[in-house]
């Protein structure tokens, strides 16, 4: 019987550990560490990955552990591309922009086609075969573990180039593609939710997280709001270019409209709903710092995410009898099996639809703030 402690990567914000059940003593001094977190569904603990909690860990636990090496996936090394191999990455660039796809996509197509690019630069790129790109995938897969969800962005990336830049036939359609891993979305309790939403004193930072919550959005569609989205009179909040760019609309919370309306006194937004310092559009990384700050001081599932909040709404919603036809409009899926996952997350039962956020508020009997 002996506790695993987990070796965490650099990048990693957790420590992870695993206790035996019998191991009572041993719990209770890995529970004396103010950043401890149960994680119920790993059957494991987490503590925030510092130097000082690493020494700490092995000190109380000395002679009663072992480290676990967890294996690190092989970086790819830098490379320089050729000019041809430049020249087609700004062609690629270029019809990206032209066809108005996101910066992030263009971002992470120009990175996938980059190692493409290299990997066959000895080679004429109109002359590849099917086979010689499926091999290129599982080249990449073997040596460097790419992932599903990269090797689905490389498959596209590379059937881009081809067929928009290029202007081949559309046969790279029929590229292997890995299972897609069916993984349960990570949801908070209303509990947790009730806690995180209202840890920040800042009256901007506690709207932007129930704004989140309370309509079901993406940080991009929240840091996309106008002042003339929050449709008050018809209880409505307008979507305007979200996934897929297409419009939609989500529930207004009496509760969140409230507190908009406070924070409008306060705050004043001549456009945007959530304006920076400088008046401009809120950023997604200061979304980020927000949320993460407000886990921190609140203590919830450290592993959460500003969209851990929008897989709650849809969650609660559920919990509390919603249709899911309803609940796939809100969320703005097109279809109907992305928002049939929370169905294994709770069972469902039918009546009138409420807010989760008027739920949890009238629950704990929450007085707005000033």
Same mark, same amino acid.
């Given at each position: 019987? =002996?506790i695993?402690i987990?070796?965490?990567?650099h990048?990693?914000?957790r ?12 719990r209770? *001094? ?17 503590v ?6 690493? #020494?700490?860990?092995q000190?109380? %636990? #000395?002679?009663?552990y072992e ?5 690190? #996936?092989?970086?790819v ?11 087609? *990455?700004?062609q690629?660039e ?16 120009? =990175?996938e ?8 630069? !000895?080679?004429?790129?109109?002359s590849?075969? /099917? ?14 573990r790419?992932g599903?969800?990269? @090797? ?5 990336a590379? /059937? ?9 036939p ?13 993984t ?9 939710? %009730? /806690? ?5 004193e800042?009256? $901007? ?10 309509a ?13 989205d ?31 309306? @406070?924070?409008?006194?306060?705050? /004043?937004p001549?456009?945007?709903l ?24 609140s ?12 897989? !709650?709404f849809?969650?609660h ?34 009546? $009138? ?9 009238q629950?704990y009997n929450?007085? @707005?703030?000033?």
């Open positions: 019987m =002996c695993a987990y070796a965490p990567d990048k990693s914000k420590i992870k550990v695993r206790i035996p059940f019998q191991m009572v003593e041993e209770a *001094l890995l529970k004396s560490i103010q950043t401890r977190f149960y994680h119920p569904a790993q059957k494991l603990w987490s925030a990955n510092t130097q000082e909690n690493f #020494k700490l860990l000190s109380i %636990f #000395k002679g009663k480290l676990i090496e967890q294996d690190r #996936k092989p970086s090394p830098k490379f320089t591309l050729s000019n041809e191999s430049v020249a087609a *990455l700004y690629v270029q019809k990206l922009t032209l066809k108005a796809y996101s910066p992030s996509t263009i971002k992470s197509y120009r =990175c086609l980059g190692y493409f690019f290299k990997y066959f630069e !000895s080679y004429n790129l109109k590849i075969t /099917k086979e010689q790109v499926e091999s290129y995938i599982y080249y990449m897969v073997s040596k460097y790419m599903e969800s990269r @090797q689905n962005l490389a498959v596209n590379i /059937k881009f180039y081809y067929e928009h830049v290029l202007g081949m559309r046969e790279y359609y029929n590229i292997q593609r890995p299972k897609r891993a069916e349960l979305p990570n949801v908070l309790s209303p509990e947790e939710v %009730f /806690k995180l939403i209202n840890t920040p800042n009256q $901007k930072h506690r709207a932007i997280l129930y704004t989140i919550y309370a079901g959005l993406r940080v991009s569609e929240l840091i996309n709001l106008r002042v003339r929050i449709q008050s009179d018809e209880g409505y909040i307008y979507i305007k270019g979200g996934k897929g760019k297409k419009d939609r609309r989500t529930v207004l919370s009496e509760r969140l409209l409230t507190l908009l309306r @406070q924070y409008y006194r306060a705050y /004043k001549s456009y945007w959530f304006e920076g310092q400088d008046g401009g559009r809120y950023s997604a990384k200061s979304v980020q710092s927000i949320f993460r700050q407000a886990q921190q001081r203590g919830v599932n450290p592993w959460s995410t500003p969209h851990t909040l929008r897989h !709650s849809a969650t919603l559920l919990e509390n009898g919603e249709n899911l036809r309803n609940i796939q409009i809100l969320l703005g899926h097109e279809s109907s099996k992305t928002t049939e996952i929370y169905t294994h997350v709770v069972g469902v039962s039918s009546k $009138k639809m409420q807010n989760p956020l008027d739920i949890i508020l629950k929450f007085m @707005q703030r000033d």
